[in-house]
């Protein structure tokens, strides 16, 4: 089967010749799977024969500049086209220290939500005519990469103090901001879609949880996020379509709200934060298919993450509806010959 035929399989909810198999190594890991043999000039997708995916982007930011402000031979320190002020760490697979943000207060987004605007020139034409046929050609599962929500407002437009502050103080700010965010991905996605170019889902980052607990309550989400979330879904409908959702952290609290408004697919179920996956399974597999819960904790240590493969995958895979990853991404911890070996373990106990 072809990869967007096994992940059209479980959005189906029907079995296939075996789980779907993505993931998301880290740069770091890369460069040591290539020390450990790795060929360089393979695609690693082919290397480890897993399936295939592709992603449509859009630029939907204010166009802020971006500029380095600073640059030693251990950090670099510059300004993004959100208008925040990071710093990026030169050593390998850090995560960016946030300095300072540009939009903080309602005439600060009155300011970014102007300069978001419409045009072709946020889209990547040439990039889909030099590639859309061959994903097609391929059978390579292809998403729509929206942008909006709790999770991308905070970390890389306002931060997350501020941000959690504005949705007690300035709610109807935060409302508009998560409507403009999914205002300007739809109508570019509507011009990529009407120009020929489909794809078999969307999908956001929307991290809504941390270990343990969610960021806010189900009532503020239901009040100022679950109808963004709905409108979201119903596009992606609308255009037969699927929905896919990514959000880390402990939601299980959130559930029924992510079905209520017909989410198809969740990830990464965070084992280490608090999700459950064989209760998802249980009690939303006829619903939600479930991409990942296969804690990252464990991948360094084969014996470990094989039995927990075991464990796991006969039960997620059962009447389909189940993608296989790691619940967050592929760190530089992991050999090669572990990689190896997992997605072995993973071809013989998903297999249908």
């Known amino acids: 089967m072809t990869s967007k035929e096994r992940f059209m399989r479980m959005y189906q909810h029907k079995e296939a010749d075996r789980v779907p198999i993505i993931d998301g190594p880290w740069a770091g890991t890369f460069r040591r799977w290539h020390k450990e043999g790795l060929p360089t000039n393979v695609d690693w997708t082919d290397?480890?024969?897993?399936?295939?995916?592709?992603?449509?982007?859009?630029?939907?930011?204010?166009?802020?500049?971006?500029k380095v402000l600073e640059e030693t031979d251990e950090y670099v320190i510059y300004t993004t086209a959100w208008g925040t002020t990071q710093k990026s760490f030169k050593t390998e697979d850090s995560t960016p220290e946030f300095i300072d943000f540009k939009v903080k207060t309602p005439?600060?987004?009155?300011?970014?939500?102007?300069?978001?605007?419409?045009?072709?020139?946020?889209?990547d034409w040439n990039g889909l005519k030099n590639n859309y046929?061959?994903?097609?050609?391929?059978?390579?599962?292809?998403?729509?990469?929206?942008?909006?929500?709790?999770?991308v407002a905070h970390s890389w437009m306002m931060g997350t103090e501020n941000l959690l502050?504005?949705?007690y103080e300035e709610p109807d700010m935060v409302i508009d901001i998560f409507n403009t965010y999914l205002d300007r991905c739809i109508a570019h996605f509507e011009k990529i879609w009407d120009a020929g170019y489909k794809f078999d889902c969307i999908s956001w980052p929307d991290d809504m949880g941390y270990k343990g607990t969610t960021f806010f309550s189900n009532e503020m989400y239901r009040e100022m996020?679950?109808?963004?979330?709905?409108?979201?879904?119903?596009?992606?409908?609308?255009h037969g379509i699927y929905a896919h959702l990514h959000s880390c952290g402990d939601i299980?609290?959130?559930?029924?709200?992510?079905?209520?408004?017909?989410?198809?697919?969740?990830?990464?179920?965070?084992?280490?934060a608090g999700m459950d996956p064989l209760k998802l399974k249980k009690e939303y597999g006829d619903k939600?298919?479930?991409?990942?819960?296969i804690n990252a904790v464990l991948w360094d240590d084969k014996d470990a993450i094989i039995a927990e493969i075991d464990r796991l995958v006969p039960i997620l895979k059962q009447n389909g509806g189940y993608i296989f990853s790691s619940d967050h991404s592929i760190p530089n911890s992991v050999s090669l010959d572990n990689f190896k070996a997992i997605i072995a373990r993973v071809k013989e106990v998903g297999k249908y």
């Open 47 to 66: 290397y480890f024969d897993i399936d295939k995916t592709a992603g449509i982007g859009c630029d939907i930011s204010p166009r802020y500049e971006g």
């Open 107 to 123: 005439e600060a987004w009155e300011e970014a939500k102007a300069r978001m605007t419409v045009s072709d020139d946020r889209i």
């Open 133 to 151: 046929n061959k994903w097609v050609e391929e059978g390579r599962w292809i998403t729509a990469g929206f942008w909006f929500g709790f999770d």
């Open 165 to 167: 502050v504005a949705m």
């Open 225 to 238: 996020l679950k109808p963004v979330h709905k409108r979201a879904v119903d596009w992606a409908h609308n």
């Open 252 to 272: 299980m609290s959130r559930i029924d709200d992510l079905v209520d408004i017909g989410i198809d697919a969740l990830n990464p179920l965070e084992v280490k």
């Open 288 to 293: 939600l298919v479930l991409h990942g819960g």
